[in-house]
């Protein structure tokens, strides 16, 4: 039997030799419209550490992310474009003890992605600093002993709008400096699936997936599984989503890397992008 750290990588090499022969197969030169974005490469939707632009709630958890798309340049003539912005985000833990709410911890990301699109093509490369800070209280209740972590890494990944609605993504993570120190890589797979005949003029449906697996934790995987419903402006621009949320893995907070848990719930994310789209500036 496979272990699923190998079915994650296998299924990651599958999908990128695909994406060449899909793509010999539909030489359109369009995009996914799907959805309407001033992002070159979409953010994955499954990934739970992904800040994005937006404010997440989802039981314990609250996040808030904002990316800036600083500077887009497109060649129409090739079908091309590439951009080059900010990423960051905070996203917090909460636990409650009786009638007492309490901070478990706080990760905060920063980083430079340089995204680029060629067709139906998208990657991002983005280098980011990571830390993590647990809250008093927890300490005092649960009893960790809280230590020091920080790390920057460089992660690729590179994403293909494939017929029938359906994006496929993946790619390496590789960690360049951390304290720490655990294994350096990560590799990352996902799809998301948007079918038509489940959409109405200001509304989607959508179900979206991510697996990752981790050296630092011994190639065990991380699983987020999201069905739910995306709300448009008129101008199909993402500007809030309800979802149910199936999570198996890693607790997504930095000092807490080594526990794992299992969440079944929901969450409801407003999408911040059509409020920021005055900050950016093309160029054609």
């Known amino acids: 039997m496979l272990k699923p750290a190998l079915v994650v990588i296998t299924s ?47 039981g314990e958890y609250l996040d808030f ?13 090739e079908n091309s474009a590439w951009q080059i912005g900010f990423l960051g985000g905070i996203t917090g833990g909460f636990g409650s003890q009786r009638t007492t709410l309490y901070l478990r911890a706080a990760d905060f ?6 995204s680029f699109r060629k067709g139906k093509f998208s990657t991002r490369v983005e280098f980011y600093h990571v830390s993590s800070h647990l809250g ?41 400096r951390t304290y720490p120190h655990v294994g350096r890589w990560t590799f990352q797979a996902g799809t998301e699936w948007i079918p038509p005949s489940l959409s109405g003029r200001r509304w989607h449906f959508y179900l979206a997936d991510d697996f990752q697996t ?9 699983i987020s599984i ?18 149910a949320w199936f999570y198996s893995g890693q607790q997504p907070f930095g000092e807490l890397y080594q526990q794992r848990e299992r969440v079944i719930g929901a969450q409801l994310i407003f999408t911040l992008e059509p409020a920021i789209k005055s900050l950016i500036v093309h160029r054609h």
């Open 12 to 58: 990651l090499g599958l999908a990128l030799l695909v994406c060449p022969s899909l793509a010999a197969q539909q030489n359109t030169g369009q995009t996914n419209t799907d959805f309407i974005s001033d992002q070159i490469f979409r953010p994955p939707m499954a990934d739970q550490s992904e800040p994005a632009s937006r404010i997440r709630y989802g």
């Open 65 to 77: 992310g904002l990316a800036l798309p600083l500077t887009v340049y497109t060649s129409e003539g």
């Open 109 to 114: 990301h920063a980083g430079i992605p340089l």
């Open 136 to 176: 008093a209280d927890y300490e005092a209740i649960s009893g960790f002993q809280p230590f020091h972590y920080s790390r920057e890494e460089l992660e690729d990944l590179v994403a293909y709008d494939a017929p029938h609605h359906v994006r496929v993504y993946g790619g390496p993570r590789l960690l360049v």
């Open 214 to 222: 981790r050296e630092e934790v011994a190639w065990q995987t991380n």
């Open 226 to 243: 999201e069905p739910g419903v995306q709300w448009t402006t008129r101008e199909k621009e993402p500007i809030a989503r309800l979802e």
